[in-house]
């Protein structure tokens, strides 16, 4: 594949817009000109909705994400469960959202050589349809047999399953070895699923949103935010993407798209001839990304086979492969480790991924070795090509596969040639299946709809006064835990130390120096007071008051700071760093654990409404020493409290807050980690 090629094809342009130029020749660089220029008059487009000044402690997709392995593989488990936890808060899985009914349409099936193909829809969300071809198989299997089945998530290939090559690219891909057969080299995403069938497998090749016949979310507002000015705004009918309420409900691409392949899972897995214990996922580039978070937190899939996108390195730039709170902490690597002991396949290429066999692979491979299944993951690593899903890697990916499903082929499985198929004997609509509603209207329709169900999961329509079952307590905790949990790392960054004043004081300063609050020392801790609260009269010699819980990142606008990234999107910020609200709880509890370290005396809390999040959230990190939170506010004051972000830059603005209940949502969490809450004016 050309540079050329791979550049027009791979649209995960933050990585390139930003760091081509360190990475690549000046020839590169030249070729790439008309695109940054196209790429920078996006980015002016967000002038009339300015962000503030951007703090450079500030964590974003191109940074250096290692893998840790743990000593003891029950160490590593309780770490998988948590990473699986996380992963399924950021993209919108936990709690699992309302489905459509389980109703696939297929019609206009085609015999081929050694297969056959279906045209295929059902919806995922209600209202929202997943569209793909469905390949199978030629001749019926033994009675009772079935048969195994692949998932294939394209990547940013333009127009995904209707990709088709230039005549220049084609020659270059054939005369390079990247390709055999012109058919292929013209749709190599076709030639991979006809040589599966052809294998015996069942076939699924869908499209991601904004590509083929997915219009539904278009792709210039999927994949590159979408607009020549400020975000739509919320109206009666609902929100859009990439807004406050959106992203406060975890609505986001990512989340859809994950969505969507979890559907797709159920739907193949229903056919009556595939069985659903041998089902497995692959794709390469962002079709690499759906294919590695789906395994993670998906058990009923066998194996996946994520080709050039896992490393220690780029994560992903594409608004669809970016998701608030989904790599805190965490990165590719780790994530995908969770896949384990199930089979795992890799490549890697001229990319990002080609430090992986020194960087990322030999941490993988020593995990696989904890479970005793270390022959299970492997790395196929083409550095003489670029960016890819060519001949030579899928050849790695069908031996792969020919070994998981023990399907008995000699190896290595070469393709043959096949009969290419183009748009129009490929698309899903026609006049007897017409193509459902699309637009931004749409767009706000499902997001509020979608918000809807989730709040009556949760049962909190009316308050903390209505206590939700067990059930829905443990999401809600769960859930708290997910998005609260940063702040322990931040926490660990604190220095604590006195000051010498005439009245003996401690200091928390930042790792810059920055004192991020003080508070007085005294021998017993009985009360904690947050903001302008009194403290009860008697317990005066007793109070912790908290005279400062600054950011712990410089901001000079009193907005939240945003990574430099010219798409507006919260993931690229949040994706990678705490909101602003958590590292605040980060420093109030590096305090707390210095403050309450000598003393086995269960604390009481006072706050006003102002900082009773940080109460609650104190609260809730530390449920055991802490006894009550006394709030000067009514209940119903805390309604809305982090749907009131007008913006992703807001103080308060939370990600995934409002899925969790907001606020009266973490009141309940925290009441049910046995913490007693009281609300006076």
Known sequence: MSRRLFYRSHLDVTFWDRHIRSCLTSLLLFWTLSFATSLEHHGGAFGQDSQPSHAASLRDLNGHFPMTVPKSLAQWQARADAIRLQVGVATATHPKPKLASLDAVTH?????????????????????????SLYRPHGKSNAGERRPAVLYAHGHWEDGRFYAATNEDVKELLATGAERFESAAVNMLQAACVQLARMGCVVFQ???????????????????????????????????????????????????????????????????????????????????????????IEPRLAGAFPAVMVSTGMQGGCTCENACGLRVGTGNVEITATIAPRSLGLTAADDWTKSMPNDGFPELKELYGLFGKASEVELNAFTHFPHNYNHVSRTAMYGWVNRVFDLGFEEPILERDFRLLGRNELTVWDANHPSPPSGIDFERRLLQNWASDTRDSIKLKDGIENVPD??????????????????????????????????????????????????????????????????????????????????????????????????????????YNAPQLVRRLGVLLAGFDSATASSNTKVRLSTDLENTFLAAGLAMMRSERIQSISIRAAETDLTGFCSRAASITDPNFVPHSLRYGDLPGLIMAVEAAGVKVAFSK
């Open 206 to 296: 869908y499209d991601m949103l904004g590509y083929a016949d997915s219009q539904q979310i278009s792709f210039d507002r999927a994949h590159r935010y979408g607009l020549k000015g400020p975000n739509e705004q919320t109206t009666a009918d609902g929100w859009p993407l990439y807004s406050a309420m959106a992203e406060g409900y975890g609505q986001s691409v990512m989340a859809i798209q994950t969505i969507n392949t979890q559907r797709a899972i159920e739907v193949i897995g229903s056919l009556e001839d595939v069985d659903p214990a041998k089902m497995v996922i692959t794709g390469a580039s962002g079709g690499g990304t759906q294919s590695f978070i789906a395994a993670a």
């Open 470 to 575: 067990d059930a829905v307590l443990q999401y809600l905790r769960e859930g708290w835990t997910t998005i609260l949990s940063p702040a322990l790392e931040v926490a660990s960054s604190i220095d604590i130390a006195p000051e010498k004043t005439s009245t003996p004081t401690q200091v928390a300063r930042s790792p810059s120096g920055k004192v991020v609050s003080k508070w007085k020392a005294t021998d017993s801790q009985v009360v904690i007071v947050l903001g302008t609260v009194l403290a009860e009269p008697q317990e005066e010699r007793n109070v912790w008051t908290v005279e400062s819980t600054d950011d712990v990142f410089d901001s000079t606008s009193g907005e939240q700071c945003l990574v430099d990234e010219p798409r507006r999107s919260a993931s690229y910020t949040y994706g």
């Open 108 to 132: 206009g099936r085609r015999e081929l050589d050694g297969y056959s193909i279906e045209k295929m829809y059902f919806e995922s969300l209600p209202g929202l349809f997943v569209t793909g």
